[in-house]
């Protein structure tokens, strides 16, 4: 669907993009993540043809975005909400974009309808809240019913209905077999949303995963164990895990899945009252990930 | 991840291509752009109020018989200065709105993009121009006893204004920010004659005069005898003049990120 290969660009002397490489499938939400200066944007101008990398190539089914005929046709994408001219009505703004890809004014008023601005369509878009306007632009990404869609930070601005809505539009979107890559320097957001993520840094790709392995890595296996028990630790230190107090009456435990260490405990006739794997979260996962990868980062008083 | 294939098929075949060219696109789209900008009207609207009023003012000014028959068309000279302004918001209200990036990922060809705001702003600026110089004309016959409408001073005028919009389009896609264009622009229109005007070595003067582009656009609606450069190769110059800077602005959009 979108591949992006080996992407280099600089501004001057910073390093924008430094051999940005993945790759977008279909029928997922692939979350885009990184620090802010990353390179996310970037990337996302460069998919777009609006900025010329310096080495590499980013193709859209195949294509270079410049050599598609009717590019919103094929890769609908959202950069920058409030890039419009304020005066326009909402309406307006959908029909010349519509005009350039050949397309009509029903294919407008679908759109409206479909992301919810039907009442709004003949107001000004300057008078819109910045969530109107991301769903204004989420509908301009629409209009060509593209197989391939591209949302720079869509949640940015947004109230919690109007994430909530983005959520389940986006999903709904992947669920028809599109293409979906997302943004967002708040790996949170990404949280239920996302199957996939791209994780850069410094304008490369730190990490490329499924959000499930993603977990998997950032969790490190460790489990709680509650249990009254004095024998605990020697039963399960023969059984091959490493087991240490936590100091409030459990034991942390490494070296052995959760489902072993109940059936060994059980097997000893041991009781136990809690038994916790540790999920990380995508943001802890996230944040051991880009720990060095943050371009700026507070100092400690000194 | 499974993937409902009926869903993915409907995708696909609905993302056939449309009819119709690029070109034809990048006109269409840049029409409806201009169109349903709340503030085309009013310049459109001010082009001719300007043109007109100014005309009518001096040549009732004018009425004794004093003046000669070409100040009939004077408010050409205001009337250049709203069709420079209309024509550098039509790039410039897009690249200050941060809007542009938008056009160039609808029409990542740049070219038609350009080439279709010249001729969108070129038949608005014309349209507007007719009526604003059929006006003066107008008022030149009922207030000066000395005028005679005739037909290139007339015609001349309104390419005059539509060659003075391609030009400020120009400057303005080189430069990008309106504020800058227009002050540009303004200063080719107002302080490029006044400067003219002070350049005592008779030589230098009439090298200023045949081949700046405003002066020799306006060659095109003397009436008097003698003039420097003939009024069509007047007309010419400006011609040439609007596109270097056309040509100015589709290299640089072409190079540079948007």
């Known amino acids: ?302 | 991840m499974s993937v409902d294939m009926a869903e993915l098929s409907k995708v696909t075949v609905t993302s056939r291509p449309a009819p119709g060219t690029t070109m034809g696109r990048a006109l269409r789209a840049e029409w409806t752009k201009l169109r349903t900008s709340p503030g085309t009207l009013g310049l459109l609207l001010a082009v001719v109020a300007g043109t007109t009023g100014l005309s009518a003012t001096v040549a009732a000014a004018c009425s004794g018989g004093t003046c000669g028959a070409d100040v009939a068309l004077t408010g050409v000279q205001l009337g250049q200065a709203v069709v420079a302004i209309l024509a550098v918001l039509a790039i410039g209200n897009e690249y200050s709105t941060g809007m542009f990036t938008v056009t160039l990922t609808a029409m990542p060809r740049r070219l038609p993009v350009l080439v279709g705001k010249a001729v969108v702003v070129a038949a608005m600026v014309a349209a507007a121009a007719a009526v604003a110089v059929a006006g003066s004309v107008v008022a030149g016959e009922i207030l000066l006893p000395a005028y005679h409408a005739t037909f290139r001073p007339a015609a001349g005028s309104v390419l005059y204004l539509v060659l003075i919009a391609l030009l400020s389009l120009g400057i303005a896609t080189a430069v990008r920010s309106p504020a800058a264009a227009i002050g540009t622009v303004l200063t080719v229109l107002y302080a490029v004659p006044i400067i003219v005007s002070v350049v005592t070595d008779p030589v230098w003067h009439d090298r200023f005069e045949k081949y700046s582009p405003v002066s020799a656009g306006l060659a095109v609606q003397a009436t008097g005898p003698d003039p420097l450069i003939g009024p069509w190769k007047g007309l010419g110059v400006l011609a040439l003049w609007t596109l270097a800077a056309l040509l100015a602005g589709a290299i640089l959009l072409k190079r540079r990120d948007a």
């Open chain 1, 1 to 302: 669907m979108i591949l992006v290969n080996g992407i280099r660009k600089r501004f001057g002397a910073a390093v924008a993009l430094d051999g940005m490489t993945f790759e977008v499938r279909p029928g997922q939400v692939t979350g885009f993540v990184g620090p802010n200066g990353a390179g996310k944007s970037t990337t996302m101008r460069v998919i777009l043809g609006l900025d010329r990398p310096d080495a590499g190539q980013a193709l859209v089914e195949g294509k270079p975005y410049r050599e598609l005929a009717d590019p919103m046709r094929h890769l609908g994408s959202l950069l920058d909400a409030g890039a419009l001219q304020p005066s326009r009505t909402a309406r307006n703004h959908l029909l010349w974009l519509a005009h350039s890809q050949g397309l009509g004014a029903r294919r407008v008023d679908e759109v409206l309808e479909q992301t919810g601005l039907g009442g709004v369509a003949r107001r000004r878009a300057g008078g819109f809240s910045l969530g109107m306007r991301q769903r204004l632009g989420i509908a301009a990404a629409l209009l060509g019913d593209p197989p391939a869609l591209m949302l720079d930070e869509p949640f940015n601005g947004m109230d919690p209905e109007g994430i909530i809505w983005m959520r389940g539009f986006l999903r709904s979107l992947a669920g028809q077999g599109r293409a979906v890559l997302v943004s967002s320097h708040l790996m949170g957001e990404l949280q239920g949303t996302a199957d996939h993520v791209i994780v850069v840094g410094r304008g490369r790709v730190i990490a490329d995963a499924s959000v499930a392995e993603l977990l998997n890595s950032a969790s490190s296996g460790r489990i709680t164990v509650r249990t009254e028990s004095p024998e605990a630790p020697g039963i399960l230190a023969a059984a091959g895990a490493t087991a240490a107090p936590t100091g409030d009456g459990g034991l942390s435990i490494t070296g052995l899945p959760a489902e072993r260490i109940a059936e060994v405990l059980h097997r000893h006739g041991v009781t136990f009252s809690e038994l916790a794997a540790h999920r990380a979260t995508l943001e802890d996962a996230y944040l051991e990930l880009t720990r060095d990868a943050v371009e700026f980062r507070a100092e400690g008083p000194r």
